[in-house]
C-alpha cells in the first residue's frame, strides 16, 4: 500500500514537470513564470536527490532526479535570451521549425 501511494505520488509529480516543460517548449511562452519559484524547486530536488543518494533509497532518488533534470530544464529556458530560448524549443519542438 505504502509503495503504491508513493510511486502514485512520484507519477504525478513527475507528469506535472512534463506537462509544464512541453507546455513551455510548445508556447515559448515564461513571462508568468516566476525565477525564484524555479531557482527554490530546482534546488529543493537537488537536495532531495542528495537526500535519496544518502539514504541509497532509489524511490526517493529516481523521481526527484527526473524532476530536478525538468525543473532545471525549463529554469534554464526562464533565464536565457529569447532567441536562444525560441532556438531550443526549434529544436525540440518537432511540430514547429528547424
Same mark, same amino acid.
Given at each position: 500500500?505504502?509503495?503504491?501511494?508513493?510511486?502514485?505520488?512520484?507519477? !504525478?509529480?513527475?507528469?506535472?514537470?512534463?506537462?509544464?516543460?512541453?507546455?513551455?517548449?510548445?508556447?515559448?511562452?515564461?513571462?508568468?513564470?516566476?525565477?525564484?519559484?524555479?531557482? !527554490?524547486?530546482?534546488?529543493?530536488?537537488?537536495?532531495?536527490?542528495?537526500?535519496?543518494?544518502?539514504?541509497?533509497?532509489?524511490?526517493?532518488?529516481?523521481?526527484?532526479?527526473?524532476? !530536478?533534470?525538468?525543473?532545471?530544464?525549463?529554469?534554464?529556458?526562464?533565464?536565457?535570451?529569447?532567441?536562444?530560448?525560441?532556438?531550443?524549443?526549434?529544436?525540440?519542438?518537432?511540430?514547429?521549425?528547424?
Amino acid at each position: 500500500m505504502l509503495l503504491a501511494i508513493g510511486l502514485t505520488a512520484a507519477a !504525478l509529480t513527475i507528469a506535472s514537470f512534463v506537462a509544464q516543460t512541453r507546455k513551455v517548449i510548445k508556447t515559448r511562452d515564461v513571462r508568468s513564470l516566476s525565477a525564484p519559484m524555479w531557482i !527554490l524547486s530546482t534546488t529543493a530536488f537537488a537536495i532531495w536527490t542528495l537526500y535519496g543518494v544518502l539514504l541509497g533509497d532509489w524511490p526517493i532518488i529516481v523521481p526527484n532526479a527526473v524532476c !530536478l533534470l525538468l525543473a532545471a530544464f525549463i529554469l534554464t529556458l526562464k533565464l536565457l535570451p529569447s532567441g536562444t530560448r525560441e532556438q531550443v524549443a526549434d529544436k525540440l519542438d518537432s511540430g514547429r521549425g528547424a
